[in-house]
């Protein structure tokens, strides 16, 4: 399984930002995958996951802020962030669930990560 995410970057309070993640190794299409993020002196939380069927999961702070979309064509998952606030400088990992399910602090396999800091 490799995971390579880009996108990251510098943005301003209430700005814009997507994440990409390229996918290899695995069945893309039939793989659940999403966005996890680490901020700092914190441990690894979900932020968006999607299913092959389409459906999400996502953490009670995204509060409709942030999208998931995916193009199995690509093996690419993305990540729109809008509306963005301090709070959520972290490092985003694209990752996968352990097992079928995104389930909290459960993880299979993440990239290295994109730093995105929010600061004005």
């Known amino acids: 399984v490799q995971l390579v995410e880009s996108g990251g970057g510098l943005v301003q309070p209430g700005g814009s930002l997507r994440l990409s993640c390229a996918a290899s190794?695995?069945?893309?299409?039939?793989?659940?995958v999403g966005w996890a993020r680490q901020v700092p002196g914190k441990g690894l939380e979900w932020v968006l996951g999607?299913?092959?069927?389409?459906?999400?999961y996502w953490a009670d702070f995204v509060k409709g802020r942030f999208t998931i979309s995916r193009d199995n064509a690509k093996n690419t998952v993305y990540l729109q962030m809008n509306s963005l606030k301090p709070e959520d400088t972290a490092v985003y990992y694209c990752?996968?669930?352990?097992?079928?399910?995104?389930?909290?602090?459960?993880?299979?396999?993440w990239g290295q990560g994109t730093q995105v800091t929010v600061s004005s």
């Open positions: 999607i299913y092959s069927d389409g459906s999400t």
């Open positions: 190794g695995f069945t893309f299409s039939s793989a659940a």
């Open positions: 990752a996968t669930p352990r097992g079928n399910w995104f389930t909290p602090g459960q993880f299979g396999s």
